[in-house]
């Protein structure tokens, strides 16, 4: 028995020297290689590597045995292994997510009757459209999975600025019981802005589309965001005898508490935001009838 596994190890090895010499040899791969010894015969016949029908036959003594080409693995398993592995690296996701420190920067809009020109009694404070802009910053949100992180609830805290730029050189009386201003024909203002001033708290829905990995997937999101006013002040720069400028904090009579809808959308790195709120941003019959419209570029993601 121990003689026949010695013999049997030789051969082996024997056989993997002559394939690999029969391999190397081209003018030797269609003849056949024997090996004749005490009481062992092997016929070792190599064919053409592009005839996959055929096989290699070993024969020792009376017994002959088929070697044939390994045939190459299911794709379709394959598939289904790469399925399973998404399947469980989606199920390894956590389930609460923090985010720490993100920001949206836009430009900022007073919209009118669908214009973007102010009521007639308010003409004076037309803005210098695409100077004013929004930044609002994201300082901590949670992100829930709902479904299959495929669907989220998104929701945290953050403060927005909203920067509504003049045209004219127009002073607005602060604390006043209806917003009044005056123009000032003395000075030419370089800037001059009104700046409010809102703690936020948005709720949003996410939804991921295409590949589940987190950078790879096209993402929306939509929601209210309620604001509450922190403070608000005019700002106003200009030059005489050097730089000047004035900060100017006041009511203005913009409404306290306001509701505005969000919506989110991009992929990878290219994110784009869109903001709207339909009610007046000042109080009612104490100031123009407007509605603040923002549109801009996510920064880190959302």
Known sequence: MKSLKLKT????????????????????????VIINGKKIKITIDTKETHDKNKNTEIIIKDDTLKIGH?????????????EKKHKKESKNEPKVKSHWFAFDWGLNFLEYNKTLDMPENYKELDLDNGKGCEFNLRIFEQEVSLVKNNMSLVYGVGVDWNNYRFKNNVDLLKDSSILKYTLNTNIDYKKN????????????????FGKSKKNDSFKIAFGPQIG????????????????????????????????????????????????????????????????????GIV???F
């Open 9 to 32: 190890t030789f051969i082996s090895l024997l056989l993997a020297v002559i394939i690999a010499n029969a391999q190397s040899d081209s003018s030797k791969a269609n003849k056949p």
């Open 70 to 82: 390994v045939p190459e693995k299911n794709k379709e398993s394959n598939k289904k292994k790469v």
């Open 193 to 208: 802005k009104l700046v409010s001033n809102y703690l936020t708290v948005p709720i949003l829905i996410k939804m991921k």
């Open 228 to 295: 509450y006013l922190l403070n608000s002040y005019q700002k106003r720069k200009w030059e005489s005898n050097g730089k000047q400028k004035t900060k100017v904090k006041g009511d203005y009579n913009i409404d306290e508490l306001r509701i505005g809808y969000s919506l989110y959308l991009g992929s990878n790195d290219i994110n784009f935001y869109f903001r709207y709120f339909p009610e007046s941003t000042f109080k009612k019959d104490k100031g123009p009838n407007v509605n603040t419209a923002c549109v």
């Open 299 to 301: 920064f880190r993601g």
